[in-house]
């Protein structure tokens, strides 16, 4: 290595060994309130609550609202593709720009993806123009989500993570859960999904281009217990992306985090097209995508309680965790199974009657929404705690956070394709599950090597 490599990344580790342990005096009155990181934490869950949490609400629906899910998964598939790679670089860019600049960026891709949207709904041939749309989106939203682990994370005191971590994901969830009941009560007596839904949709999206701007600068900003936030900027690109040779080669646990990482949006194309989708008409899916993602709001906030649960030890907590997350992924997947068991791709014709609300046997399918959302919310809190857990450091976090991002889209871009091209659901359903058990059998040595009761300033600085 250089010199000036050397010393380059020398002075950014004593700038943080010596910063994050200064204590500071936090601010008074509506400025202390303003740069509370509580507030700022919600500031953050706004945001995604109007860019990924409406996104949300659409994709959830199944096909994007959509009759023929064809394109939607299409679309999908181009989206997490570009997620996977930006997502892998996306943390040596917000450590270049700041990762507020890199928040603000990665709003900019929703609004078009749902504007896609509305375009096929008037014009039935714009199904490239929503491809292209999803392509633009991954792009965008793999520097929000790194800005978004990165800020949150470090806002947090060792012993709040867990419970930031629910704060955030309650608020974004209810994104898609105000998505969902619009969506739900402007298309209670319609087959599909009408444009005022979709321009609904977008200015909320819209919106959430704007809060970024009003959020504090981390730089100034105070945790809880006096210590600041401190954000080494880098000077050069050469730095940032040995930066994330650093970060594995010192920290070579969280590979053993890739494969949760990977399944994290894996198992939503079953829920949301294979069985949202293909069971169910508009009506029917529009309340199964509101009890869906008002579950996760629940489901975050009893997992970020247990996490956060400071009469256990740190590891103690974590295994509890992972106890949780088993229980729920053999729940879920056998009372799935026992539904997939009874159709394929070939006994539901695209223009088949699906099931509704007032039919007999949807108040059992439900339930399994109301489960799935559960199961989901709690996965994607652990998995956030475990990398909270490995450090505090802003520029380490955000670039764990773009590994975490970039193998979820991985995952979700390989399996969005698998689907579009009409593989038997019966096959996408098995793969889910047998990820999710894969993903925490290996997750084991890390939990047990790796979480300590507390993060070590050998675990801080790149």
């Given amino acids: 290595m250089s010199p000036e490599l050397l ?7 004593a700038t943080i060994d010596s910063a994050s342990h200064e204590s500071s005096q936090r601010p008074k009155g509506l400025r202390g309130v303003y740069y509370h990181p509580v507030t700022q934490a919600m500031m953050l869950g706004f945001t995604c609550f109007l860019c990924p949490g409406i996104y949300n609400a659409l994709t959830g629906l199944g096909g994007g609202g959509q009759v023929d899910a064809t394109t939607s998964a299409n679309s999908l598939s181009a989206l997490y593709a570009t997620l996977a790679f930006f997502a892998f670089f996306a943390g040596a860019l917000s450590n270049m720009i700041g990762p507020k600049r890199t928040l603000l960026l990665g709003t900019l891709g929703y609004a078009l993806y749902i504007g896609s949207y509305l375009a096929i709904n008037i014009h039935p041939g714009a199904g ?3 491809v292209a749309s999803g392509a633009f989106l991954g792009a965008t939203a793999a520097l929000l989500w790194t800005a978004q682990g990165s800020l949150l994370l470090s806002y947090a005191t060792e012993a709040q993570k867990g419970v930031y971590i629910c704060i955030f994901w309650a608020i974004f969830s209810l994104g898609a859960v105000v998505g969902s009941a619009v969506s739900f009560g402007q298309n209670f007596h319609l087959t599909v999904l009408g444009n005022g839904t979709y321009v609904g949709l977008l ?3 819209l919106l959430g281009v704007t809060v970024p701007l009003f959020m504090a600068d981390p730089q100034r900003m105070v945790r809880t217990d006096g210590t ?3 954000i080494a900027r880098q000077s050069t690109w050469r730095t940032e992306f040995y930066g994330l040779w650093i970060a594995l080669r010192t920290d070579l646990m969280v590979v053993l985090l890739f494969p949760m990482f990977f399944a994290s949006n894996y198992f939503q194309t079953w829920q949301f097209n294979d069985y949202n989708s293909a069971l169910f008409n508009i009506r029917a899916r529009s309340l199964n995508n509101f009890v869906y993602w008002t579950s996760q709001i629940v489901g975050s906030g009893a997992i970020g309680l247990v996490l956060d649960q400071h009469r256990f ?5 974590a295994f509890i965790g992972w106890f949780i997350l088993l229980g729920g992924a053999f729940t879920v997947h056998i009372w799935g199974y026992f539904y997939q068991r009874t159709y394929t791709r070939e006994s539901i014709p695209p223009n088949a009657q699906k099931m ?3 039919d007999r046997e949807f108040p059992a399918h439900v339930w399994l929404m109301i489960l799935y959302g559960l199961f989901d919310a709690m996965w994607q809190a652990m998995t956030m705690w475990l990398i909270g857990a490995m450090s505090n450091d802003t520029n380490k976090l955000a670039i764990f956070s773009g590994f975490y991002h970039s193998m979820q889209a991985a995952g979700a871009a390989g399996v969005w394709r698998l689907d579009a091209v009409g593989t038997p659901y019966m096959t996408i359903f098995v793969s889910t599950w047998c990820l999710v058990a894969a993903a925490l059998i290996l997750v084991l040595p890390m939990i047990y090597y790796r979480i300590k009761d507390h993060t070590t300033m050998e675990d801080e600085a790149l």
């Fill in 128 to 130: 490239d123009f929503v």
């Fill in 356 to 358: 509704d609300i007032y």
């Fill in 7 to 13: 010393e380059e990344k020398g002075d950014s580790a």
């Fill in 203 to 205: 200015i909320l999206a």
């Fill in 313 to 317: 030890r740190r590891r103690t907590r």
């Fill in 228 to 230: 600041k936030i401190v």
